[in-house]
């Protein structure tokens, strides 16, 4: 019992000292420029409303976007995600973000996603500019938009302070939830 027991925390120690270095990893990979960051989110945005016409809609009344163009998420037991992305109000970009998350649990895989949030309320807007990062499920109300709430939404129908929207997925893991993540301004 004793062995078995020093075998689970070696283990666990080992993961969590793999969760820095892993996001260190993430971020180096995924440093990009200004301009990288803004192509990328132009594109990433194209995308989205090629393939959710409703995202479009949405984007005419948002008073913000919040744009991730490509996130990246490992994980086998320990797990975590980042990418990094841009804040529009309008065709502007006016700030640089990153979207980091960890997580722990039965998980195993690689992934890529994107994902966009629309900021709806002056609220929405303010928060993020002046906290010094934003928990997702902790501040303005996010309702993340799968296809069965599409459906059912219209720019006569929003209520929330924020709709988020998850697009093209990529890897082998199960599941993509952006709850507890936390998006915090950087500079570029």
Not at 154 to 171: H, I, N, P
Request: glycine share 10%.
């Amino acid at each position: 019992m004793t062995n078995m027991k020093t075998i689970l925390t070696a283990l666990m120690l080992a993961s969590a000292a793999a969760i820095p270095m892993s996001v260190s990893i993430f971020a180096s990979a995924n440093a990009a420029t200004a301009e990288d960051l803004n192509k990328d989110a132009s594109q990433a945005l194209a995308t989205l409303y090629r393939t959710n016409p409703v995202a479009e809609q949405m984007s005419k009344s948002a008073r913000a976007v919040l744009v991730f163009p490509k996130v990246i998420k490992a994980g086998l037991v320990f797990g975590g995600s980042y990418g990094e992305g841009v804040l529009r109000e309008g065709p502007k970009v006016v700030n640089y973000y990153n979207s980091v998350s960890g997580s722990w649990g039965l998980q195993a895989g690689a992934q890529s996603y994107g994902y966009v949030v629309f900021l709806m309320s002056n609220k929405a807007v303010s928060y993020i500019n002046d906290t010094k990062g934003w928990e997702i499920g902790v501040g303005p109300t996010v309702v993340l938009v799968n296809e069965g709430v599409a459906k059912n939404l219209s720019t006569s129908t929003l209520k929330d302070d924020a709709y988020a929207f998850v697009f093209d997925q990529e890897g082998l893991m199960a599941g993509v939830s952006i709850e507890g993540t936390k998006i915090s301004k950087i500079k570029r």
